[in-house]
């Protein structure tokens, strides 16, 4: 006879695109398959998901965010699945991050219409991002390029490309592939030539702080390498007073106790970039996040980041 000692169903808050979905299903999967925790899916839907207005006119991602905790502080669910990279830096009332499972690929991606790589873009090519910290290294690159604001979800943004109203798109790769849209990028960018957005490709798992047990139970899903990475890479945004519209690119490479951490702050137009690196142990993820945002603020940073922080 088979004794299940917790015979418990968790509730899952997450927002309701098709990205979320997946997301978050893919966690609960994992889940499942290794605590043996069965999991139901509460989609919460936020202003933004409704009535499709520009980000900035309503408050930024935070909203998405802020729903979502909500759901988790009022019981309604017992955790929610976030992408790492939405999530505002400072820490919230109440909710801890239970675990930053493995991460996938942390690259931007580049989808164009042609094939064509970025290199053979053509000259003046139309790109879309809705993104100042794309706008602003794409151009560092390429200042030829005419940088399109798109915003959307991921197959309204690949639509722009198949309808021929843009050259291409730079999005999140973890967002195509998570959707099996992988093929579809020509280009995977390396990290040093276009910084991802910091925690870009990780998820977070948080729960009420005060619930022991659930904590425990997600825990197990937790990477500690990735939680090292996403850490440095978050701190360092937050010690540039950047959230996830500051053009700010962060990434840092884990192996084995050692943290190297790289981060951009590049002007709006492209016309300047500042880069630093800085190695150290990854237990000590938040002080070298610190240390490497120290010394971009000290090489004029801050200049840079004038209209935005
Ligand atoms: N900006 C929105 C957003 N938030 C998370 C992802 C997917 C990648 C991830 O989870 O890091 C995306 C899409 C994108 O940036 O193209």
Avoid: W
């Avoid at 870009?200 to 197990?220: F, I, M, T, Y």
């Avoid at 890479?233 to 700010?248: I, M, T």
Wanted: hydrophobic content about 45%; aromatic content about 2%.
């Amino acid at each position: 006879m088979t004794v299940r000692t917790t015979v418990r169903v968790l509730r899952m808050g997450t927002r309701k695109s098709a990205l979320a979905m997946i997301q978050s299903t893919g966690f609960a999967e994992s889940l499942a398959y290794r605590t043996g925790t069965d999991v139901e899916t509460v989609g919460v839907v936020t202003e933004g998901d409704v009535n499709g207005a520009p980000i900035t006119s309503f408050g930024g991602l935070g909203v998405f965010v802020q729903a979502v905790r909500g759901a988790l502080l009022s019981g309604r669910v017992d955790f929610a699945v976030h992408s790492c990279k939405d999530l505002p830096t400072a820490p919230a009332e109440g909710i801890l991050t239970a675990a930053i499972p493995a991460r996938e690929d942390p690259r931007d991606a580049l989808v164009t219409a042609t094939g064509a790589t970025f290199d053979a873009l053509p000259a003046g090519a139309a790109i879309g991002t809705g993104s100042p910290r794309r706008t602003s290294q794409l151009l560092a690159l390429r200042p030829d390029l005419k940088i399109v604001p798109i915003r959307g979800n991921v197959d309204t943004r690949l639509h722009k490309v198949d309808s021929g109203e843009l050259d291409g798109v730079v999005l999140a790769a973890a967002g195509l592939d998570r959707l099996g849209l992988g093929d579809r990028a020509v280009e995977r960018f390396a990290p040093e030539r276009l910084l991802p957005s910091p925690a870009q490709g990780a998820l977070a798992v948080e729960c009420r702080s005060a619930d022991g047990p659930v904590a425990a139970l997600l825990a197990r899903l937790d990477d500690a390498g990735t939680r090292a990475a996403a850490t440095a890479e978050r701190a360092a945004l937050a010690r540039l007073e950047g959230g996830c519209s500051a053009p700010v690119g962060a990434h840092a490479v884990v192996r084995d106790d050692s943290l190297e951490l790289t981060v951009a702050v590049t002007a709006l137009d492209g016309s300047r970039r500042l880069v630093r690196s800085h190695r150290g142990p990854a237990v000590q993820a938040v002080e070298t996040g610190r240390t490497v945002a120290d010394e971009l603020l000290a090489d004029g940073a801050a200049e840079l980041l004038g209209g935005v922080r």
